[in-house]
């Protein structure tokens, strides 16, 4: 088990581009979130899939943003026409739920968004 | 809804000298709580959770966190710290009606000063 991996690391892109992110989670995980997290704030929630269903989002996913799991595996988080608002870490996460109890989360490294 | 507060957003603390680092959440339901560390440029990693059962649980690496269901409380205690601890903390619940959400305090930043 290597973990949830995200690419790129880090991604320096002008106003205005399109930006697209992966996320590939621990390989058993049926669930896989992403989160946004600017400079003094912790995580901020922005989607989630159960497999490859979108179960829900953010407000503060805008129309920009859009997210896929095509195949309920890694995932892929798009950011069109970017702003300089847009500039954060965005963090992948996944776990692995059957039936109740505790959603223990297992976050990626983050990739660092800078929109100049 | 939850929310979660950590009262200091920076705690300096001298090598091998004890810390805590305070969390205090709000909930309509019962929880389960959290301790996320984020040592620099590095991504969350789970310190210790609570789930049910002994409200003292501990990690790995000489940290403990206490659950005081009467003041809402998840303190994080370390009875020395290391340089290696320098990193960002975070307290998070998962309401136990909600399995599919976490809410994030805004961190607490620990310097370990030599």
């Known amino acids: 088990d290597t973990g949830v991996s995200q690419d790129p690391r880090h991604k320096i892109t002008k106003r205005g581009q399109n930006v697209t992110f992966r996320c590939d989670p621990i390989s058993e995980h049926n669930r896989l979130y992403w989160y946004r997290q600017t400079l003094g704030q912790g995580p901020e929630f922005l989607t989630y899939f159960q497999n490859e269903a979108q179960l829900e989002k953010s407000r503060l996913l805008s129309d920009r943003f859009s997210a896929e799991r095509p195949k309920g595996s890694f995932s892929t988080l798009e950011i069109q026409r970017t702003e300089q608002g847009d500039s954060a870490m965005y963090l992948c996460?996944?776990?692995?739920?059957?039936?109740?109890?505790?959603?223990?989360?297992?976050f990626g490294p983050g990739t660092r968004l800078t929109v100049l | 809804a939850q929310s979660v507060t950590q009262l200091d957003s920076q705690v300096p603390v001298f090598e091998e000298a004890p810390v805590e680092l305070r969390c205090n959440y709000s909930s309509s339901v019962s929880v389960y709580l959290f301790w996320y560390v984020q040592y620099p440029n590095q991504g969350l990693q789970l310190l210790l959770k609570y789930l049910s059962g002994s409200t003292l649980v501990k990690s790995i690496n000489g940290f403990e966190a206490e659950f005081n269901k009467s003041q809402t409380s998840f303190h994080l205690r370390k009875p020395s710290v290391h340089i290696s601890d320098t990193a960002e903390y975070f307290c998070?619940?998962?309401?136990?009606?909600?399995?599919?959400?976490?809410?994030f305090g805004k961190g607490t930043r620990l310097h370990i000063l030599p």
């Open positions: 996460a996944s776990s692995l739920v059957a039936g109740a109890g505790a959603d223990t989360q297992y």
């Open positions: 998070a619940v998962n309401p136990m009606n909600r399995d599919d959400k976490i809410i």
